[in-house]
């Protein structure tokens, strides 16, 4: 199950991803914003944040105007590896790499077509542990050191 949300400079782009999820057949809740006017992303980041850093979803998707400012209140969750991301390749590595959970990305930015795209390689990319293991448990390390 995969937790999606949006601020306005999101939420074109989340209609598209969410028709692509739902021909896919993937289930996945949206954490709003339920239409076009302003909100602050911090408020959608946060409940998509939590959701997955439980482990009640598996995955999260967030997507603000750039992608940053969502992922950056993602990534104040202790346990979430948000990535802010505009190209395949980095949505495939950060699957492989960082075991990262949640996916960022721009509405402003990327189109539907490469937004679809990154979804599918971020969903479908396991993990490569290893080596990568260990930098993942000294990110939580960092976490831990915090007051
Ligand atoms: C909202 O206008 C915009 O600032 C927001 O969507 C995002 O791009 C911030 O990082």
């Not at 105007?65 to 495939?92: F, H, L, W």
């Not at 293991?133 to 990110?139: G, P, Q, S, V």
Request: proline content about 1%.
């Amino acid at each position: 199950m995969i937790a999606i949300g949006s601020d306005h400079g999101g939420y074109d782009l989340k209609q598209s991803v969410m028709e692509w999820l739902d021909e896919q057949k993937i289930q996945y809740k949206d954490f709003g914003t339920f239409d076009r006017n302003s909100v602050d992303y911090a408020d959608i980041a946060e409940p998509v944040a939590n959701a997955v850093a439980s482990g009640e979803y598996e995955k999260g998707i967030l997507i603000c105007g750039t992608g940053i400012g969502i992922s950056i209140s993602a990534n104040k969750v202790k346990g979430i590896r948000a990535a802010c991301c505009s190209d395949c390749y980095s949505a495939e590595m950060t699957r492989r790499h960082n075991d990262a959970n949640i996916l960022c990305f721009g509405g402003r930015v990327v189109g539907p077509g490469l937004a679809q795209k990154m979804v599918e390689l971020f969903l479908k990319t396991e993990f490569e542990g290893g080596r990568h293991a260990r930098r993942i448990a000294k990110i939580a390390d960092i976490e831990s050191r915090q007051k």
